[in-house]
């Protein structure tokens, strides 16, 4: 019987069957599968050496006969030339189920978790589950340079550059590790471009401008948090994660615990009269034991809150040449040295360990130079009152 709807129209499941075969007489292979309840199915038929293959093409209500044949030709054409299209069915439904976001959940789990410090694990899977996610239900081997490279440019606009080169990085280890695992051919972010280039920065905020950021400051999370950071030559993250079980008023200290230092490290920092206030102007939100932010983590936003610091910065009529809230940081130290405080003071307060600090010996210099860090911040607090003093001097003359 060749298989062609009117003929199609007239077969029926003979009684206690529960399946009928049925092939087309023109098309070896060619056949439809008739099956209790009414469903009928479109099959092509074939054999891989002593093995027996059948590929569903679609039902009769989605295919024509003649649509159904044509597929089922292709399909045998692929066996005479060697192929096993049942397997490619099977790879192709595979690989489809290896997704951007499965892939990255056993990454981070599998890999990046038990080698990264916590803070760095936390910024690697944000930027996999939050800048990612939304290419998360594509296949891994479906994703090309050019969709990254789109990816990457929504990213740099929603949230700044520097934000887009952090999300790139973290893609392009996933898919290294992917590729030794055998989960990716290629790595589809190598080509794309940065959306700024990063190079070693020297850029020291000079009084002015240190004075500027300090009054464009606003009495919310992030002007607290950048004039915590004027004050103490803290990172941001640490300033931005910032724990109320952290802070000891009475002891007027701040104490980074081990898992929120870059250098695996527990850290003090004394805490001058002005951070203190800072902190004590800070609201208290129920059930929350994080200073900043209001989310799942601490502060977030930075690139949009930012920009709007220095959009009143300018709309002040101050100028300040191009910074970055890290260049605060540089800038704490370069001014304290300027003051006079020693460099191994300074190293104490910015939590860097050298050579003469490792080991026993960074334990015993950790309580040698609590004293004199905590002079060192109260004086650099005074400088930069006065600072901000003169600057609003000027400003009423």
Not at 30 to 45: D, E, V
Not at 58 to 77: C, S
Not at 226 to 242: C, I, K, P, S, W
Not at 353 to 378: C, D, F, I, M, P
Request: charged residues 30%; hydrophobic residues 40%.
């Amino acid at each position: 019987m060749r298989l062609t709807k009117p003929n199609v129209a007239r077969l029926t499941l003979p009684p206690g069957k529960s399946e009928l075969l049925v092939f087309d007489d023109a098309l070896p292979g060619f056949g439809l599968r008739i099956r209790a309840g009414g469903k009928r199915t479109w099959i092509a038929q074939y054999r891989v050496g002593s093995k027996q293959r059948r590929v569903s093409l679609g039902t009769v209500e989605a295919l024509n006969a003649d649509k159904a044949r044509e597929a089922a030709r292709g399909i045998l054409a692929k066996v005479q030339l060697g192929g096993d299209p049942q397997t490619e069915k099977a790879e192709s439904r595979a690989r489809a189920a290896v997704t951007l976001g499965s892939v990255a959940k056993r990454y981070l789990e599998e890999h990046a978790k038990p080698k990264l410090k916590p803070r760095s694990y936390e910024e690697i899977e944000r930027h996999l589950t939050h800048h990612w996610a939304a290419m998360g239900e594509l296949p891994l081997h479906q994703i090309k340079r050019g969709t990254v490279a789109v990816r990457l440019s929504e990213i740099a606009r929603e949230r700044g550059p520097f934000a887009s080169n952090r999300a790139r990085a973290s893609l392009s280890a996933l898919f290294t590790w992917a590729m030794g695992e055998g989960l990716a051919e290629t790595n589809p972010v190598v080509g794309t471009n940065k959306a700024a280039d990063e190079i070693s920065r020297d850029h020291v905020l000079k009084d002015q401008e240190l004075a500027a950021i300090w009054k464009a400051c606003r009495d919310d999370d992030h002007g607290r948090i950048v004039r915590l950071l004027l004050l103490t030559g803290q990172r941001r993250a640490e300033v931005g994660a910032l724990g109320w079980s952290e802070i000891d008023e009475a002891q007027a200290l701040w104490t980074i615990p081990r898992e929120r230092t870059k250098n695996g490290l527990p850290h003090d920092v004394p805490l001058s009269d002005a951070a203190l206030d800072i902190l004590r102007d800070a609201p208290r939100r129920d059930g929350r034991g994080l200073v900043f932010g209001d989310g799942a983590g601490g502060f977030q936003g930075w690139s949009k809150a930012k920009a709007a610091l220095d959009k009143r910065i300018i709309e002040a009529g101050k100028k300040v040449r191009p910074w970055r809230l890290h260049d605060i940081r540089r800038t704490v130290a370069t001014r304290l040295g300027e003051l006079g405080i020693l460099p191994h003071v300074i190293e104490a307060i910015l939590n860097h360990v050298s050579g003469h600090k490792a080991g026993v010996a960074g334990v015993y210099n950790r309580a040698t130079y609590a004293k004199e860090k905590r002079q060192a911040l109260a004086h650099w607090a005074a400088h930069v009152a006065a600072l901000v003093k003169d600057e609003s001097s000027r400003s009423d003359a």
